[in-house]
Nanobody, 126 residues
Framework: VRLVESGGGLVQAGGSLRLSCAAS????????MGWFRQVPGKEPYFVAG????????NYADSVRGRFTIARDNAMNTVYLQMNSLKPEDTAVYFCAASKTTPHFQVVLLHSMYEYWGQGTQVTVAS
């Protein structure tokens, strides 16, 4: 499975961005999907995840109420809508796919995701 993120950029605090992750090369609906972010020297940090068919969503406490994850299985795409951005949201954002995620569940551990995109930089200026 190949994952390609897009939509990152520079935004002022309080602004919004919408990240997209296009998947190819696999049965997209069989994968649980997640968004992680990473800053230099740190491990990937779980931001949001969504189950195979989209019934279940989970968010990190730091983004709950500001970020929304969604998926369109017909378009093989997962999205992350980010509102009310803060400088501490600055990071490289990665989407990831987990084939081992059970139905209706979301996996939080980055080690459980087998496929990763190349990442997209999000920078929030204060």
């Amino acid at each position: 499975v190949r994952l390609v993120e897009s939509g990152g950029g520079l935004v002022q605090a309080g602004g919004s961005l919408r990240l997209s992750c296009a998947a190819s090369g696999g049965a997209f609906g069989r994968f649980g999907m997640g968004w992680f972010r990473q800053v230099p020297g740190k491990e990937p940090y779980f931001v949001a995840g969504i189950s195979r068919s989209g019934e279940t969503k989970n968010y990190a406490d730091s983004v709950r109420g500001r970020f929304t994850i969604a998926r369109d299985n017909a378009m093989n795409t997962v999205y992350l809508q980010m509102n009310s951005l803060k400088p501490e949201d600055t990071a490289v954002y990665f989407c990831a796919a987990s084939k081992t995620t059970p139905h209706f569940q979301v996996v939080l551990l980055h080690s459980m995701y087998e496929y990763w995109g190349q990442g997209t930089q999000v920078t929030v200026a204060s």
